[in-house]
């Protein structure tokens, strides 16, 4: 079991060029979440699903899209790339939102410079 | 909106105690998360509290004031491995995790 994987590992992007991180979950999970984590500002909420079919913003949603075709799949595409984006991004999964521990799960991350 | 306080750094000793502090102001509650992360790696739970008091898992306890919007973590009979980012989470009343800047513990022989 792989538990979440999240490609690529890490990239590097000339600003105005399109982006998808894609993030795949083997758990079964019905939430997904996507996180950016810089230095200082620790991981901030960018998207959220709470079940296949249905999305959410989170605390920083502008510049990204998510979708959510089936339960293991959660990409999130940068249409237009700024170096502001310059970040690390987490996928996490958990079972079911807000339900008792509801304890996430992060990937490895993706390592995503924009210049 | 949220706001979640916790120190940027802190040393100690191999075999020491730290207490790691998280003071939040949220517009909801519904949970605190404690979260360990190791450089470069991704964050692992640790400890979940919705109701004050102390919770014990092995080495690692957390504390949780509602009252007060306060929690800790403690950690005890440090270990090496222990030198990583601790971060504090609060799960607000529409699910979603709020996460402080977080706490960089380094553990010296």
């Known amino acids: 079991i792989a538990g979440i994987t999240q490609a690529p590992t890490s990239q590097i992007l000339a600003a105005g060029r399109r982006m998808t991180l894609r993030c795949t979950q083997d758990?079964?999970?019905?939430?997904m979440y996507w996180y950016r984590q810089d230095l200082g500002l620790g991981l901030r909420l960018i998207h959220y699903?709470?079940?296949?079919?249905?999305?959410g913003k989170g605390e920083v949603p502008d510049g990204y899209s998510v979708s959510r075709a089936n339960t293991d799949d959660f990409p999130l595409t940068l249409a237009s790339a700024v170096p502001s984006q310059t970040s690390v991004y987490f996928c996490?999964?958990?079972?079911?939102?807000?339900?008792?521990?509801?304890?996430?799960?992060f990937g490895p991350g993706t390592r995503l410079t924009v210049l | 909106g949220q706001n979640i306080d916790q120190p940027t750094e802190m040393t100690a000793t191999e075999g020491a105690i730290v207490q790691i502090n998280c003071t939040y102001q949220?517009?909801?509650?519904?949970?605190l998360f404690w979260y360990q992360q190791h450089a470069g790696e991704a964050p692992t739970f640790l400890s979940y509290?919705?109701?004050?008091g102390l919770e014990e898992k092995g080495r690692f306890s957390s504390f949780l004031s509602r009252s007060k919007g306060y929690s800790y973590l403690l950690l005890k009979e440090l270990q090496m491995k222990d030198s990583a980012s601790y971060l504090c989470?609060?799960?607000?009343?529409?699910?979603?995790?709020?996460f402080g800047a977080g706490t960089t513990v380094t553990v010296r022989a």
């Open positions: 996490a999964s958990s079972e079911v939102a807000g339900i008792g521990a509801d304890t996430q799960y």
């Open positions: 758990m079964r999970h019905n939430a």
């Open positions: 699903s709470n079940t296949a079919g249905t999305t």
């Open positions: 949220t517009s909801g509650f519904n949970g």
């Open positions: 509290n919705v109701l004050d």
């Open positions: 989470a609060v799960r607000d009343n529409d699910y979603k995790l709020s």
